[in-house]
């Protein structure tokens, strides 16, 4: 599951043939703010976004980041309600303290483990009247332990969440007695340079994981191809560009074929 931030990073994952995205918070903010993923973006920009994400991946489901939620249990029952409307099929929720962390970054703090519980039953309540699934998160591994993080999980599973995502387990130990504990889905989060050991996706689905998601691959490679067009292009520099569409490929991908071939049904004759 390649995590996408705009739409035209959604339409490629859709493209190249994935069955899921999901538009990764961290990405987001990179790419909207130029920021970095600390609560610093709001909750109608990411809104905004992910409705541009959801178009662009309109052929395959969309998971949306929901952060904390936004608030309290009722502002969590607004953000699921709202990612549905904007075109999500799923939206994750975590038990961070606001403003929240990147989950492989220093700094996290969670809520208390009823009040984590709580936002999970709104959430879930709120899905009885839209169409959208539930991602629970915990990021409690880095605070209180891999038993508190498992427990957590346990509550979301009762609460009903769809999906149940233990962010940041440590070793294949944890991530293996994470997924043996769970009946829902599991959800494994492959950040290079991040706390999870790296696993290929068929040892990921050996050890009992259903999804696993890249959320920063694409912002990664974009951001080192961009680095390295602006240093070829510098008067001075000898490099050579990096490898590039051509524009009429570039045409392609973002649809002028198609526009043009819509644009001949309407035009007015002579």
């Not at 920021?35 to 920009?45: C, K, N, R």
Request: proline residues 6%; charged residues 25%; contains cysteine.
């Amino acid at each position: 599951m390649p995590g996408c931030f705009d739409a035209l990073s959604a339409k490629l994952v859709a493209d190249a043939g994935f069955k899921v995205t999901f538009m990764s918070g961290f990405a987001v903010s990179a790419a909207r703010l130029g920021l970095p993923d600390t609560g610093l973006i709001s909750f109608a920009e990411m809104l905004d976004s992910l409705r541009n994400c959801a178009s662009g991946a309109a052929r395959i489901p969309l998971i949306g980041d929901g952060d904390t939620g936004y608030g309290n249990a009722l502002n969590v029952q607004r953000t699921v309600v709202e990612y549905a409307r904007a075109g999500a099929a799923a939206v994750m929720i975590e038990d961070q303290v606001s403003p929240k962390k990147c989950g492989h970054t220093r700094g996290k703090l969670v809520i208390a483990r009823e009040e984590a519980r709580m936002k999970i039953r709104a959430a879930v309540d709120a899905r009885h009247d839209a169409d959208i699934l539930i991602l629970a998160r915990t990021d409690a591994r880095a605070v209180h332990g891999f038993d508190e993080a498992l427990d957590r999980c346990r509550d979301f599973e009762t609460e009903g969440a769809d999906i149940i995502f233990l962010e940041a387990p440590e070793n294949e130990l944890e991530m293996r007695r994470f997924c043996e504990a769970m009946r829902k889905p599991c959800m494994a989060n492959m950040v290079p340079g991040g706390k999870t050991p790296i696993l290929p996706p068929k040892e990921l689905q050996g050890i009992g994981y259903k999804l696993a998601l890249y959320p920063v691959v694409l912002m990664s490679a974009a951001i080192a191809a961009m680095q390295a067009a602006l240093v070829a292009l510098r008067p001075e520099s000898k490099k050579v560009f990096p490898p590039s569409v051509l524009f009429a490929e570039l045409q392609q991908v973002v649809g002028f074929p198609e526009y043009w071939e819509r644009e001949t049904r309407y035009k007015a004759s002579d």
